[in-house]
């Protein structure tokens, strides 16, 4: 694991046991969530989701009922359990009761907390039911409390063309970038080069094919973390004469496709985040929020009408375990919250308000990176968890890495 490697990492290894968990149904943790084979997941990947006439609206709600369908049809649940109440017991209500048992396990009467992106909500989770049992506590790349879904999305927007905004300065400052000099032309010469891709994938050396979804997926991975911004350059400077393999390649990355096989806990990632709420939008609300997100972030502009439409977690079967996070906790332990500003995976914002609500510590990492800045070799932010972990005392004001 990250925590472990590494001559940075030798004051965390010395002062701390370090353990991970899968939750339920993800890794080693069976039995696990199944919702589509690999040829389902590659199939999908082959059609994009055109929303602008009925039938392709109607063909784009199908697809995302058919991920939840498919959860209850293929998942095997333990013995003596029945599917709809196993994939009732997996979101993070469980994971925080979950890490509690493991905590009893090591004979530990605290643990030491890092939550990063997703794992900030089962940190957070957990620390409001058993603050007591938590000595120090970082949450890095906040998950929103879910309070307020359209400021979510508006926040997720806003940060998804900031870092796309970034990168296209970037690029024709290297060797291979598709992009003139003028980045005020960027959006629209982006768009020249993907929005073919609609009437025309990509046929690829491995038969697959690159489509519009695929490389608006590839290029969000590639935005989303500046040590990839030369990947991304290379990929469409690749597609604008004709060759998809490298831009496909990064679109693997979201799905977690690595040698002809997607992750084996893929399915698990996408439905577990469906019990924790709240109810997703729907009607009028969501299709303002699509509205409003593609004129917040124009490079995602298909030239086409885009209309909301329901996801997985819309025809998820079982109820909510978890409405929202925490706002406030009562004897909150002490706590670090990491947000990184150019982040498109958990806004900055969603750390700042934290920090605000909860009245701890905030630092601030500029940069772009998705989902956390923890232990990714940035040296003043190890520098800081690590001292922070370390000695158990909250920092003494706001900093900036």
């Given at each position: 694991m990250a925590f472990a490697s590494g001559p940075d990492k030798r004051q965390l290894n010395e002062?701390?046991?370090?353990?991970?968990?899968?939750?339920r149904g993800m890794g080693a943790s069976g039995p696990r969530i199944d919702c589509l084979t690999d040829d389902e997941i590659t199939a999908m990947r082959r059609t994009d989701q055109r929303t602008a006439?009925?039938?392709?609206?109607?063909?784009?709600?199908?697809?995302?009922?058919?991920?939840?369908?498919?959860?209850?049809?293929?998942?095997?649940?333990?013995?003596?359990v029945d599917v709809q109440t196993y994939l009732g017991l997996i979101g993070t209500r469980e994971a925080a009761r979950d890490l509690d048992v493991l905590r009893s396990a090591l004979g530990e009467d605290q643990l030491s907390l890092v939550g990063q992106a997703y794992g900030s909500?089962?940190?957070?989770?957990?620390a409001e039911k058993f603050p007591d049992r938590v000595r120090a506590m970082i949450l890095d790349g906040v998950a929103s409390p879910g309070v307020d879904q359209v400021a979510d999305e508006h926040a997720w927007y806003a940060a998804a063309q900031q870092a796309f905004d970034e990168w296209a300065r970037s690029c024709i400052t290297m060797t291979y970038c598709p992009l003139t000099e003028d980045p005020a032309r960027a959006v629209v010469e982006y768009q020249d080069l993907v929005r073919p891709l609609l009437e025309t994938p990509l046929v690829l050396?491995?038969?697959?094919?690159?489509?519009?979804?695929?490389?608006?997926?590839?290029?969000?991975?590639?935005?989303?973390?500046?040590?990839?911004?030369?990947?991304?350059?290379?990929?469409?400077?690749?597609?604008?004469?004709g060759d998809g393999d490298a831009l496909m390649r990064l679109a693997d990355r979201q799905w977690g496709y690595f040698n002809g096989q997607y992750w084996d806990s893929l399915d698990a990632a996408v439905i577990a985040p469906c019990l924790d709420g709240p109810t997703p939008l729907t009607g009028e609300a969501?299709?303002?929020?699509?509205?409003?997100?593609?004129r917040t972030a124009p490079f995602m502009d298909t030239g086409e009408l885009q209309r909301a439409f329901p996801g997985p977690c819309d025809t998820w079967p079982e109820k909510t375990t978890l409405d929202t996070l925490?706002?406030?906790v009562p004897?909150?332990?002490?706590?670090?919250?990491?947000?990184?500003?150019?982040?498109?995976?958990?806004?900055?914002?969603?750390?700042?308000e934290l920090a605000a609500a909860w009245g701890?510590?905030?630092?601030?990492?500029?940069?772009?990176?998705?989902?956390?800045?923890?232990?990714q070799e940035i040296t003043c932010v190890d520098d800081v968890g690590a001292a922070f972990l370390v000695s158990g005392q909250p920092l003494a004001a706001d900093a900036t890495c």
């Open positions: 002062s701390f046991d370090l353990v991970g968990f899968d939750q006439t009925d039938a392709g609206l109607a063909a784009a709600t199908a697809e995302a009922a058919s991920i939840s369908q498919g959860c209850a049809v293929k998942t095997v649940p333990p013995d003596g909500r089962v940190a957070r989770e957990y050396p491995d038969g697959r094919t690159l489509g519009y979804d695929d490389a608006l997926g590839g290029t969000l991975v590639g935005i989303g973390d500046k040590l990839q911004w030369p990947d991304l350059s290379n990929a469409l400077f690749a597609l604008n004469r969501a299709a303002q929020v699509v509205a409003d997100g593609i925490a706002t406030g004897g909150l332990p002490p706590t670090l919250v990491i947000s990184t500003v150019g982040d498109i995976a958990t806004p900055h914002q969603s750390g700042v701890v510590p905030l630092l601030t990492v500029a940069g772009t990176m998705s989902g956390g800045a923890y232990l």
